[in-house]
């Protein structure tokens, strides 16, 4: 238990080796809400000791995803790499104080180990042959060997923690053999530099995805071997995807950068991963102020949640709905002009108002790519249509053209608005005893070469009457 004065620390620690889907973000959104939630302080610590595997290029991701999302860090990114002097240093003291050891065992005699155990069917360990002990005579340090650095582990007693998400936990000692701290090389193992990193930075509450639970006694160990107090630890279990595997690239998963590219809403995004392993009694819609505001650590799912692509779409349609429709214009519009629309100065080049496009657009979006591509009719040049055709023909027949020139004479009465269109069009449909779709479905073909428009009224508005009469008075 931390005591009141305990300033919450918490972090996000991933590995940049490339891929950062919805269910690793998880893992930062718990820890920087609870760091909000408490007002204390969230850490991004950039664990790239795996030099073959890590690139700046992922780095990005994983702070431009932080970003987007509105997860913002108190301290770092933190890069292990940079640290290597601080985690060497911390071995050599552990060797000097005899909390560690040389191990000469080669590969090899490791392996034979190993065998001999797979066949007497024990548990692969290393057998403590270079282990120090009162009065144990060590075997005679062969030559040609590059030592690793091994953890002296305890031999018995057991080690226990209460997990905040899967609660009391306890692992006996005689499960965990003393750990390589150290490679041939010298360099740090993984293990090694998350607890020096932990302590160092003064984290009061690890949460993270419980493929790291195995990883928990023996770092534990080394923080009480080190002398530090053991944080807190949480972990949360793991993101399934629909069909039920465990979320990887490998199963489809996409990255953040795919969401925000896909034309999601980073608010959609937010609470949907609040919901995937938390919740606040049914509240399903929330905003981040809100989950700050609730956030606990006790309110943590405690079995595997399943990601639902057809949920974010709803929490994404919401969100859209919902968004000042200047915001999201400003949102839309980078997708706008990948569909070809052309801006200057924030404000469509040509044709109307975005804003107002984007406003009778979002209500039926599910993505901002949708509403760009809703918006695309509004920016085209008036169809060519060819009168003659047996296309034309079909979409405006012959007996509407009167119904429709009477329409295109009124609407220059109109005000403009999408009320007074409306009401113009009705007085059309009463005289001509005609129904909405007779009238409003060449109208719609006229306009834009299609029959499939949002409201034609709101559309009309949106137009102007100017262009609307000219591209009607073509019959
Ligand atoms: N670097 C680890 C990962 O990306 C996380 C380690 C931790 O949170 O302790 O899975």
């Not at 692992?171 to 090694?192: C, H, K, M, Q, W």
């Not at 984290?203 to 807190?232: M, S, Y």
């Not at 003659?388 to 009167?402: C, G, H, R, W």
Request: hydrophobic share 40%; charged share 25%; aromatic share 8%.
């Amino acid at each position: 238990m931390e005591n009141s004065s305990t300033r919450i620390r918490t972090r996000f620690a991933p590995s940049p080796t490339g891929f950062i889907h919805l269910g690793n973000l998880r893992s930062a959104l718990y820890p920087w809400a609870f760091a909000r939630a408490k007002g204390g302080d969230f850490i991004l610590r950039i664990e790239d000791t795996d030099q073959d595997r890590s690139s700046q290029e992922a780095v990005d991701v994983i702070i431009e995803g932080l970003q987007w999302l509105g997860l913002d860090i108190d301290e770092g990114p933190f890069y292990q790499m940079q640290r290597l002097d601080r985690y060497q240093a911390t071995i050599k003291q552990m060797i000097d104080s005899g909390k560690a050891y040389y191990c000469y065992m080669s590969e090899e005699e490791l392996n034979t180990l190993r065998d001999t155990q797979i066949a007497n069917k024990e548990k692969p360990r290393y057998n403590g042959t270079w282990r120090p002990e009162p009065g144990k005579q060590l075997p005679a340090i062969p030559d040609g060997v590059k030592p690793v650095v091994r953890f002296k582990n305890p031999l018995d007693g057991h080690v226990v923690w209460s997990d905040a998400v899967k609660g009391m936990i306890s692992i006996s000692n005689e499960e965990l053999d003393d750990l390589v701290i150290a490679r041939p090389d010298g360099t740090p193992t993984y293990n090694f530099c998350v607890v020096v990193d932990d302590l160092d930075m003064n984290i009061t509450h690890v949460i993270r995805g419980d493929d790291h639970i195995n990883n928990t006694p023996r770092q534990i160990n080394i923080i009480h071997a080190l002398g530090g107090k053991v944080p807190v630890y949480g972990h949360l279990p793991t993101v399934l995807n629909e069909q039920g595997e465990k979320m990887s690239k490998r199963h489809g998963a996409m990255s953040v950068r795919d969401y925000q590219e896909a034309g999601y809403m980073p608010e959609a995004i937010l609470n949907y991963l609040a919901r995937l392993g938390w919740s606040h009694g049914d509240a399903e819609i929330f905003s981040k102020e809100q989950f700050i505001q609730w956030f606990d650590l006790e309110s943590l799912g405690k079995s595997p949640a399943q990601f639902s692509p057809e949920k974010l779409i709803f929490l994404n349609h919401h969100y859209i709905q919902q968004a000042d429709s200047s915001d999201l214009a400003q949102r839309t519009l980078p997708f706008a002009q990948k569909e070809g629309i052309v801006f200057k100065d924030g404000q469509a080049a040509m044709g109307p108002d975005f804003v107002k496009v984007v406003d009778l657009l979002k209500a039926r979006a599910n993505t901002l790519i949708e509403i760009a591509q809703g918006a695309k009719l509004f920016y085209m040049q008036a169809p060519q249509h060819d009168l003659e055709s047996a296309e034309f023909k079909e979409n405006v027949l012959e007996t509407i053209i009167p119904a429709i020139k009477e329409f295109t004479e009124s609407l220059k009465n109109t005000d403009g608005t999408k009320e007074s269109i409306a009401a113009a069009m009705k007085e059309i449909l009463t005289k001509n005893k005609i129904k909405m779709p007779t009238l409003a479905m060449p109208i719609r073909y006229l306009m834009f070469a299609t029959t499939q428009t949002p409201a034609i009224d709101a559309m009309m508005s949106i137009m102007g009457i100017e262009e609307v009469v000219k591209r009607l008075s073509i019959v």
